[in-house]
């Protein structure tokens, strides 16, 4: 399992496959790059080299103690030294949930590394509205969080569930209250349909997170011809809920996307 010394923290990854195309997979609020093995698993590992990044305060990477030292410009670029020092170009950049936040900044910043973009089940580019009573909304959220996990934790029918499961208990109050801030008037829609590489937008119809009509809103703001892909009876996590299924459609978007 690498881990990456950046200029401010240590990120741990996770690595799956040897071949030509390059998949870099970021992931959102409360989970852990786990959430991704699934999907590495399912791509060929002669054909797919794909790394997976626990976010800082995710996982095994370092957790500062500071809300102020998380959001999505931050995780971005985290993402950004990250692949700086391995050296990546002309791959394919995917985020889930608050992670297509992280990946649509990434891509705004650094569109010439970019072979492709994929959004699953995405937060709006644009973010939420700016609240005066933030602090407030957020300590009950956090409030209401750490009840639920003591009454009613995440599931662990698997190993992989009960290891996901730990990785999400695990997230640190400043990690979360630090995210939850960053979308506040994030405002990247504009930038993000001028995006020159080309962009899929997949989900399910089922997703209780985001909704639907959330996600075909945002759709609507990527560069005119984006894809879209929606999978009937599927919630907010297909990368877990139907890893093959999903891994099949990044495959078909990244076979049918030219180099850069």
């Known amino acids: 399992m690498?881990?990456?010394?950046?200029?401010?923290?240590?990120?741990?990854y996770y690595e799956h496959g040897h071949g030509p195309e390059r998949v870099v997979f970021i992931h959102g609020f409360e989970?852990?790059?786990?959430?991704?093995?699934?999907?590495?698993?399912?791509?060929?590992?002669?054909?797919?080299?794909?790394?997976?990044?626990?976010?800082?305060?995710?996982?095994?990477?370092?957790?500062?103690s500071d809300p102020a030292d998380y959001g999505v410009r931050i995780f971005a670029a985290d993402a950004f030294e990250l692949i700086t020092q391995l050296g990546w170009s002309d791959f394919t950049l995917v985020g889930h949930s608050l992670g297509g936040a992280t990946v649509s900044v990434f891509a705004v910043e650094h569109p010439e590394l970019l072979k492709g973009l994929m959004l699953l089940n995405p937060s709006d580019p644009d973010g939420s509205p700016v609240r005066d009573d933030f602090d407030a909304v957020v300590d009950g959220f956090l409030a209401r969080r750490r009840e639920q996990l003591l009454t009613d934790p995440y599931p662990t029918d698997t190993e992989f569930d009960r290891l996901l499961s730990a990785d999400m208990n695990a997230a640190p109050d400043a990690r979360l209250r630090g995210s939850l801030r960053s979308m506040m008037g994030l405002g990247l829609g504009t930038a993000v349909g001028a995006l020159p590489m080309k962009v899929l937008l997949a989900c399910g119809d089922a997703d209780d997170t985001i909704a639907l009509p959330a996600m075909l809103a945002t759709w609507a703001k990527l560069p005119a011809g984006s894809g879209?892909?929606?999978?009937?009876?599927?919630?907010?996590?297909?990368?877990?809920?139907?890893?093959?299924?999903?891994?099949?459609?990044?495959?078909?978007?990244?076979?049918?996307?030219?180099?850069?």
Do not use: C
């Not at 060929?44 to 095994?60: C, K, L, M, V």
């Open 31 to 64: 989970a852990s790059a786990r959430i991704w093995q699934l999907v590495q698993e399912a791509l060929p590992a002669d054909r797919y080299h794909t790394i997976a990044i626990d976010n800082r305060g995710a996982g095994q990477s370092d957790a500062p």
């Open 228 to 260: 879209l892909h929606v999978w009937h009876g599927v919630g907010h996590a297909p990368n877990i809920e139907n890893p093959t299924r999903m891994a099949r459609v990044l495959q078909r978007f990244i076979e049918r996307t030219p180099p850069r």
């Open 2 to 12: 690498p881990f990456a010394q950046l200029s401010r923290v240590k990120l741990h």
